[in-house]
């Protein structure tokens, strides 16, 4: 069995990711890693080269910039990829996305259990949103909590945007979701940590790719009651970049929530009392 590793990445230095570490994370599983590096404007492929692992394949690439529908070129970028992976599976993590190595003999024998069961065409991740420091994280609807990070290598697989895939059958052009089986750990997402002005960076960077418009980021302006205390412990790699903040992280007390907030809190009460979980889910998921 072989395992190839994914993602890409474009001024990753200046936007706050912690892309490093995110490589690191999961390069004693892999046989390979594939890092599609985008024109940047900074030294983002030099700290890639730094790492200095035999197991990583860096591929240069130039976005196009004139796509600027629905985040495509996120899409475009990604496949690029995943394209030039050779193993059975083709494991995707984002720039900002870790993998505790506590799981990570989990997620290898997820793979070996599934590799020779063709209905399984993915392999799902919990998921640990950390939300304006690493000690708190995010629990709603609004907030997908179970996400397909691992494909089969063998499929004909897309992704419309960076975050999910699509699968198109043998006999059908008719894309859907892929059928998923969970591998039983957890990925680790700090986007949210890393400070208001880099993810406001971010946000001006990135908006044109959806044709949007960058909206001024404040992390205090959200509702209180969807942020849990994180009492784990984070993957070893991350200590020297995590804030030190260990405190309950608090929402301005006079915030307004909105109407899609509002849905969510009436979610949550019904995942409470009817045991639902009603987050979006990119897969479906398979029966033990």
Not at 29 to 57: Q, Y
Not at 85 to 103: K, M, P, R, S
Not at 188 to 215: A, D, F, I, L, T
Not at 217 to 222: H, L, V
Request: hydrophobic content about 35%.
């Amino acid at each position: 069995m072989k395992i190839s590793a994914f993602t890409f990445i474009k001024n990753g230095m200046i936007l706050g990711f912690p892309f490093r570490e995110s490589i690191r994370s999961v390069l004693p599983i892999v046989d390979e890693f594939v890092v599609n590096v985008g024109d940047s404007d900074d030294d983002t492929l030099e700290k890639i080269m730094e790492i200095g692992d035999p197991k990583i394949r860096i591929i240069r690439s130039c976005w196009n910039d004139k796509m600027r529908v629905g985040g495509y070129v996120y899409g475009q970028q990604k496949m690029i990829a995943q394209f030039n992976c050779t193993g059975d599976w083709a494991f995707y993590l984002e720039g900002d996305e870790i993998v505790h190595e506590d799981d990570l003999q989990k997620i290898v024998e997820a793979c070996r259990r599934h590799l020779d069961d063709e209905r399984v065409e993915a392999l799902t991740f919990d998921y640990y949103h950390f939300y304006g420091n690493a000690y708190s994280y995010l629990d709603s609807p609004g907030w997908y909590r179970r996400a397909a990070r691992i494909i089969r290598n063998s499929i004909r697989s897309y992704a419309p945007d960076g975050l999910y895939w699509h699968v198109l059958t043998d006999k059908s052009k008719i894309s859907r979701y892929p059928n998923a089986a969970h591998t039983g750990a957890f990925i680790y997402h700090y986007g949210w940590v890393r400070s208001e002005e880099e993810m406001n960076r971010k946000s001006e960077y990135v908006q044109k790719y959806w044709n949007k418009s960058h909206q001024q980021i404040d992390y205090s302006q959200i509702d209180q009651n969807i942020i849990r205390q994180f009492k784990g412990s984070h993957p070893s790699m991350m200590n020297a970049w995590i804030p030190k903040e260990r405190a309950l992280f608090r929402a301005d007390p006079n915030y307004v929530l909105t109407h899609r907030e509002k849905k969510h809190r009436l979610m949550l009460r019904l995942e409470h009392w009817f045991g639902l979980e009603l987050s979006k889910k990119h897969f479906v998921a398979l029966k033990p």
